[in-house]
């Protein structure tokens, strides 16, 4: 379902998009990149987090942490991480397949400025086993995120290299 709900997106308002199904999982960031012949940094994890009563998704490079001040400072609050069955009741995806696209639930997604280090990044698709290639300019036009800086700067500097 969650797949699918992510090819119909992509159907609708970026038809020149594919989805990639790989027999290997792609669930956590080191088998995404292995998967996907990326480093990891490429891969766009996106984490569920709750600020008060608001759940928002954030997109950041795979091998970026959250930066607790800094996000605390750019979305408003402390962040705290989803559980795994609220993460999938608020997606429709499950955990390992999380991405800002065909959601469940309309969230605030943002992404993290770290993406912009790269041409192209690889989020999930909505499984554990599918992601697509996207710029991460048009990554955010397309889920209307807001670009943000709440990551470490380990990442930065990773990125800047």
């Not at 990891?40 to 608001?54: C, F, N, V, W, Y």
């Not at 942490?65 to 609220?86: F, I, T, V, W, Y």
């Not at 807001?146 to 990442?155: I, N, S, Y």
Request: contains cysteine; glycine residues 8%; negative net charge.
């Amino acid at each position: 379902m969650s797949l699918e709900s992510v090819r119909a997106f992509f159907a609708k308002h970026a038809p020149d998009i594919a989805v990639i199904v790989t027999p290997e999982s792609s669930a956590t960031v080191p088998l995404a990149a292995a998967a996907h012949g990326v480093e990891p940094g490429q891969i766009a994890k996106t984490l569920s987090l709750r600020i008060g009563d608001e759940v928002m998704l954030v997109v950041t490079r795979g091998d970026a942490r959250l930066d607790n001040r800094k996000a605390k400072a750019a979305l408003g609050g402390k962040p705290r991480m989803l559980g795994q069955d609220e993460v999938e009741a608020l997606t429709g995806h499950p955990v390992g397949g999380v991405c800002p696209f065909g959601l469940a639930t309309p969230l605030k997604v943002y992404c993290d400025i770290s993406l912009k280090a790269f041409d192209i990044v690889v989020p999930a698709a909505g499984s554990t086993h599918s992601a697509l290639r996207i710029t991460p300019q048009r990554m955010a036009e397309l889920t209307q995120a807001e670009w943000v800086d709440v990551c470490q700067e380990a990442a930065q500097a990773a990125a800047a290299e």
